[in-house]
């Protein structure tokens, strides 16, 4: 298990849209995001979820200059703790974290997770759900996720 688990905030709204916000903390417990995220979010976040602001504004700020607030905080807060996970759906933001060597997953990839440690018994469901949000999935990104799930016919 990581030793944090620092989400940004599209995990946030995309789980609270489909009513599946609890998911996290079933999977993981106690998460970590940040006073930036937490205010782009904008409602009050359940108990599980800590807030814990990033020590480094100068690092902050720089990260900034390349991704969003929200996503700038999650990393720089990864950054300042060794071997956590990010939960991070922008793709900018990912392909941040994979230059600076950081471990991350996305809300469809922790969706994945419940279901291989049976906290979830298919992922179709709430796939279909996030499609009738405004978060995109490609007919590719959705294969590749059945696929992963062991959910193909």
Same mark, same amino acid.
């Given at each position: 298990?990581?030793?944090?688990?620092?989400?940004?905030?599209?995990?946030?709204?995309?789980?609270?849209?489909?009513?599946?916000?609890?998911?996290?903390?079933?999977?993981?417990?106690?998460?970590?995001?940040?006073?930036?995220?937490?205010?782009?979010?904008?409602?009050?976040?359940? @108990?599980?979820?800590?807030?814990?602001?990033?020590? $480094?504004? *100068? +690092?902050? %700020?720089? !990260?900034?200059? &390349?991704?969003?607030?929200?996503?700038?905080?999650?990393?720089?807060?990864?950054? @300042?703790?060794?071997?956590?996970?990010?939960?991070? $759906?922008? *793709? +900018?933001? %990912?392909? !941040?974290?994979? &230059?600076?060597?950081?471990?991350?997953?996305?809300?469809?990839?922790?969706?994945?997770?419940?279901?291989?440690?049976?906290?979830?018994?298919?992922?179709?469901?709430?796939?279909?759900?996030?499609? &009738?949000?405004?978060?995109?999935?490609?007919?590719?990104?959705?294969?590749?996720?059945?696929?992963?799930?062991?959910?193909?016919?």
């Amino acid at each position: 298990m990581p030793e944090a688990i620092i989400s940004d905030t599209s995990c946030f709204i995309i789980l609270s849209k489909i009513g599946e916000l609890l998911l996290l903390a079933k999977l993981y417990g106690t998460i970590i995001t940040t006073p930036q995220i937490a205010e782009e979010f904008g409602e009050n976040l359940p @108990e599980w979820i800590r807030i814990i602001p990033v020590s $480094d504004e *100068y +690092k902050l %700020r720089l !990260l900034e200059l &390349q991704i969003g607030r929200g996503e700038a905080s999650a990393i720089a807060l990864a950054l @300042e703790r060794k071997g956590s996970l990010l939960i991070l $759906d922008d *793709y +900018k933001a %990912r392909c !941040l974290a994979a &230059q600076l060597e950081l471990n991350y997953t996305g809300t469809l990839g922790l969706i994945i997770s419940a279901k291989r440690k049976g906290i979830i018994p298919t992922v179709k469901p709430l796939i279909e759900k996030i499609k &009738q949000t405004n978060f995109h999935i490609s007919i590719e990104l959705e294969s590749k996720v059945l696929i992963e799930a062991d959910e193909t016919t």
